[in-house]
Nanobody, 117 residues
Framework: QVHLVESGGGLVQPGGSLSLPCAAS????????WAWYRQVPEKQRELVAA???????NYADSVKGRFTISREYDKNTVYLHMNSLKPEDTAVYYC???????????WGQGTQVTVSS
């Protein structure tokens, strides 16, 4: 069982920056893929950014050049660094992880990001 905890959400002005960490904990796991998704009311959850153990990354077109996903192996933590934020980035952001040992997928509880002046 893997437990994901996100933090770092909040209110930020347009053009501002925010970083979201997501830490994984559990008894025995090996995360082979991390991702960040976001969701607004009445819309499907969408992929924002993903990263594999090999370091390959993938970004939604709407965030390319503004967001960066990174991870720290020794801390079992993934980060979403968000720059040049826009009001349309407002959403609940969810951390996702795939565990190679249990072969399960896990989600965090979500953290609210609001971009507004």
């Amino acid at each position: 069982q893997v437990h994901l905890v996100e933090s770092g959400g909040g209110l930020v002005q347009p053009g501002g920056s925010l970083s979201l960490p997501c830490a994984a904990s559990g008894s025995r796991f090996l995360i082979v893929a991390w991702a960040w998704y976001r969701q607004v009311p009445e819309k499907q959850r969408e992929l924002v950014a993903a990263i594999t153990t090999g370091g390959n990354t993938n970004y939604a077109d709407s965030v390319k050049g503004r967001f960066t996903i990174s991870r720290e192996y020794d801390k079992n933590t993934v980060y979403l660094h968000m720059n040049s934020l826009k009001p349309e980035d407002t959403a609940v952001y969810y951390c996702y992880a795939r565990d190679a040992i249990s072969r399960n997928e896990y989600w965090g509880q979500g953290t609210q990001v609001t971009v507004s002046s």
